[in-house]
């Protein structure tokens, strides 16, 4: 007697949405419809016991052209062997890559900004077409931090977030503090100005950026990965690791995080927390007040404010100046300060600015996180600032700049509707007036600063 498909296919109980995919064994006509499906399946490796299990799509957007994203094939098998082992199955989507540090200055940095809307597009056409039942996102060069979270705002899957982790800090005999990608742009200003020969520019470029990782201070990357697990979205603990070593190896720190978000996916399908639980109101304040804390990008507005779109949360860019008024800049890193985010990982990592902030009344303690707990309850055994000994997060009472003097909404006749001015700490205490020097294309305006013809004041040399 042949066993009927119901008793042969029992289904996982974490299978809640896949079966549309692979085929219900419950409802016979539904189990033959897909019968096709099952055999492409099995053409691509999948046995009997496979189609009973739960599908993860594991955003990977790698590309072996940019260090920040070049381990990402290791990881995301990592993550895939990580899934078959808790008994899911995972489908990988690749996506484009666009670094802002390599094609910023000529056409190509034209596909940066709308690149993150592909990735999101991508996830979402992998997800949706083969019917997954979760998300696990990859993300580390800047745009595909947001771009890899946004789907699963968008769809309000159960998913989250790990980054690929930072880049570690240059060593170059000669210069007192690490490097990272804006020392390459200072060496390139400092040549332009006869201050350095184009030897010293090439052992710059040589040195500032030693292995695999994103851009190693609190640029734009860094700054996503801390807005992440301020969203609660991602494990905090992930926020801030190097992506390798000093051998360009990935760490077993970052071995470890590939498993943790496993475990911590596998309990959100368990509880069923979907993103939208989390993607809150308070939880974008949160957010918001770490960008301000760190010292972050100013790509942070355009990204929170695409992913509360998504999210359909009420965010408007005046939100930012209105959080930000009250959150001083405490974190002493780059481009700002003289440590990278390679040394915050060394004292805790961003859960240490988060205790920080929650401390003094600056964050939502009572928002739903990826680890089924709230944000407090998540920090209640990081260690608070008086109990460390260092000058990388200063305490909000003593602050390295006072609130309002980091990133400010601004608007006037070149910008009526909005835009984003950055301080990094600094005082702008009068408007500034000057003559403004228009070019109608990016490379003449750069040869005219290389060659010094603009003079202080806003005089240009014809």
Known sequence: MVEPVSKRFRLSKLKTRSQILTGDPDEVSHWVKRTGARAHLRA??????????????????????????????????????????????????????????????????????????????????????????????????????????????????????????????????????????????EAIGKFGRGMIDIEELHRVERCALPGSGSCGGMFTANTMSSVMAALGIALPETASAPAVDRENKVTSIKEEHCKLVVEALFNLMETKITARDILTRKAFENAIAVVYAVGGSTNSVLHLLALAQEAEVELEIDDFNRIGERVPLIANLSPHGKYHVADLHEIGGISIVLKELLDNGLLHGDCLTVTGRTMAENLARTPSLSRLSQDIVLPISTPLAPAGHHINIIRGNLAPGSAVLKLSGKQFDKPFAGPAVVFDDENEAFKAVMNGKIKHGGSEER
């Open 44 to 185: 691509a490796g999948f046995e009997d016991e496979d189609f009973k299990k739960p599908i993860v799509t594991v955003a990977c957007p790698y590309s072996n052209a940019l260090p920040c994203n070049n381990k990402f094939r290791l990881l995301g098998d990592l993550i895939v062997q990580e899934i078959e082992k808790r008994g899911g199955k995972a489908f990988l989507c690749e996506t484009p890559v666009v670094s802002d540090g390599q094609t910023m200055g000529f056409s190509g940095m034209r596909y940066s900004l709308i690149s993150r809307d592909w990735i999101a597009d991508c996830v979402e056409i992998m997800h949706e077409a083969y019917a997954a039942d979760a998300v696990l996102s990859l993300g580390a060069c800047d745009k595909t931090v947001p771009g890899v979270v946004m789907p699963l705002a968008r769809l309000n899957a159960i998913g989250l977030f790990l980054y690929g982790g930072t880049i570690l800090p240059g060593h170059c005999e000669g210069y007192d503090k690490g490097l990272d990608g804006g020392s390459i742009k």
